[in-house]
T-cell receptor
Framework: AQKVTQAQTEISVVEKEDVTLDCVYETRDTTYYLFWYKQPPSGELVFLIRRNSFDEQNEISGRYSWNFQKSTSSFNFTITASQVVDSAVYFC?????????????FGTGTRLKVLA | EPEVTQTPSHQVTQMGQEVILRCVPISNHLYFYWYRQILGQKVEFLVSFYNNEISEKSEIFDDQFSVERPDGSNFTLKIRSTKLEDSAMYFCATQTGNEQFFGPGTRLTVL
């Protein structure tokens, strides 16, 4: 079975705190992709990062960093020095190949509230 | 930068009415998708479409739903007889290589 679990439903932090959003996935496929999306109150899905299953290097982009660990099937997302503008719902997603298409399986999302 | 566009941004309809949600894919993209997000819930896969036919569909995508590319550019999702539970945000996505690009979504409200 393919599944993405985001156990944290909602997290509240005070501005400038660091925060980590957890993502655990399940798949038997050896080739897959993992993603993080941000959904602000306006509703659109904002792409943050894509990682393929063969690349376990961690990545840093400004205040954002991602920790991919195949051994624990986790792809966690850390925001350093959080800001009020980071307040949104964050979704982790898994992409599988079926008949040449790559449907995405999303987690239930984590709502992040950053308080001033 | 090319974008996926969707119209309308918000559609309000009466229960039992037919609605058509439209998507303009990024040029040269060959794979198309529809996803649904009920308010406060996760984004769920509905259907994928390639070479003018459905590649895969979820359990949600029942006989009330259909997709097509009527003119080779637009990609549409039709709901034949809307129900209250069809109220959701509907996202179109198009794909090149192994990356999907999402449109801004259409918020459907069924009264």
């Amino acid at each position: 079975a393919q599944k993405v679990t985001q156990a944290q439903t909602e997290i509240s932090v005070v501005e400038k705190e660091d925060v980590t959003l957890d993502c655990v996935y399940e798949t038997r496929d050896t080739t897959y992709y993992l993603f993080w999306y941000k959904q602000p109150p306006s509703g659109e899905l904002v792409f943050l990062i894509r990682r393929n299953s063969f690349d376990e290097q961690n990545e840093i982009s400004g205040r954002y960093s991602w920790n991919f660990q195949k051994s624990t099937s986790s792809f966690n997302f850390t925001i350093t020095a959080s800001q009020v503008v980071d307040s949104a719902v964050y979704f982790c997603a898994l992409s599988l190949t079926t008949s040449g298409t790559y449907k995405y399986i999303f987690g239930t999302g984590t709502r992040l509230k950053v308080l001033a | 930068e090319p974008e996926v566009t969707q119209t309308p941004s918000h559609q309000v309809t009466q229960m039992g009415q037919e609605v058509i949600l439209r998507c303009v894919p990024i040029s040269n993209h060959l794979y198309f998708y529809w996803y649904r997000q009920i308010l406060g819930q996760k984004v769920e896969f509905l259907v994928s479409f390639y070479n003018n036919e459905i590649s895969e569909k979820s359990e949600i995508f029942d006989d009330q739903f259909s997709v097509e590319r009527p003119d080779g550019s637009n990609f549409t999702l039709k709901i034949r007889s809307t129900k209250l539970e069809d109220s959701a945000m509907y996202f179109c996505a198009t794909q090149t290589g192994n990356e999907q690009f999402f449109g801004p979504g259409t918020r459907l409200t069924v009264l």
